[in-house]
């Protein structure tokens, strides 16, 4: 199964400042059709996961286009520009590429400071 | 408005079975590939099983293989997990999910639903 490793697993954050969170995967994201399904998920307290980015960089409808994401092969990045009280939760990469089993990272937490 | 909308959860003791359900409205549910997700408390997701728009590909986690067991009825919009020989490391809260139509294989989820708790306890 192919690991996904996220850094840090908590990231503390001054509102208005930007975060940046890491995902790492034990082998390339690369499938045979050139796409990469790395994809970014936002779990506010109490809430399901919703998806923000699919395919390393493609953001969802009605996401802020203060995230972003980006990255290829094995090394990824979700970016906020400037973090919002609202943006408090568990951030979680996952690939689709080699699956079964569809796997996620650890999660990384989201605070404001 | 994708809508799904899981059912069936509760408190069950180790060896038991339970059914999940999820209704699924706001799109053609026939069309799409299904899943089911778990997430332990405190912990990450875990992808358990999927099934295909026909239901003639399913696939499951080793953890569960033999265990459980997906279906889904399209006539009625509805995705099923039955559960059988259930373990305390089962407990978890239940999503339905549904995969992202890619025209690939591969893939990921695109919406989720509001979960159903499952709990498994003496």
């Known amino acids: 199964d192919v690991v996904m490793t996220q850094s840090p697993l908590s990231l503390p954050v001054t509102l208005g400042q930007p975060a940046s969170i890491s995902c790492r995967s034990s082998q390339s994201l690369v499938y045979s059709d050139g796409n990469t399904y790395l994809s970014w998920f936002q779990q506010r307290p109490g809430q399901s996961p919703r998806r923000l980015i699919y395919k390393v960089s493609n953001r969802d409808s009605g996401v802020p286009d203060r995230f972003s994401g980006s990255g290829s092969g094995t090394d990824f990045t979700l970016k906020i520009s400037r973090v919002e009280a609202e943006d408090v939760g568990v951030y979680y990469c996952m690939q689709g590429t080699h699956w079964p089993p569809w796997t996620f990272g650890q999660g990384t937490k989201v605070e404001i400071k | 408005e994708v809508q799904l909308v899981e059912s069936g959860g509760g408190l069950v003791q180790p060896g038991g079975s339970l059914r999940l359900s999820c209704a699924a409205s706001?799109?053609?549910?026939?069309?799409?590939?299904m899943n089911w997700v778990r997430q332990a408390p405190g912990k990450g997701p875990e992808w358990v099983s999927y099934?295909?728009?026909?239901?003639?590909?399913?696939y499951y986690a080793d953890s569960v293989k033999g265990r459980f067991t997906i279906s889904r009825d399209n006539a009625k919009n509805s995705l099923y997990l039955q559960m059988n020989s259930l373990r305390d490391e089962d407990t978890a809260v239940y999503y339905c999910?549904?995969?992202?139509?890619?025209?690939?294989?591969?893939?990921?989820?695109?919406?989720w639903g509001q979960g159903s708790l499952v709990t498994v306890s003496s």
């Open positions: 099934i295909n728009s026909g239901s003639n590909i399913i």
């Open positions: 999910a549904r995969k992202a139509r890619t025209g690939a294989v591969a893939g990921t989820v695109d919406y």
């Open positions: 706001g799109f053609t549910f026939s069309s799409y590939s």
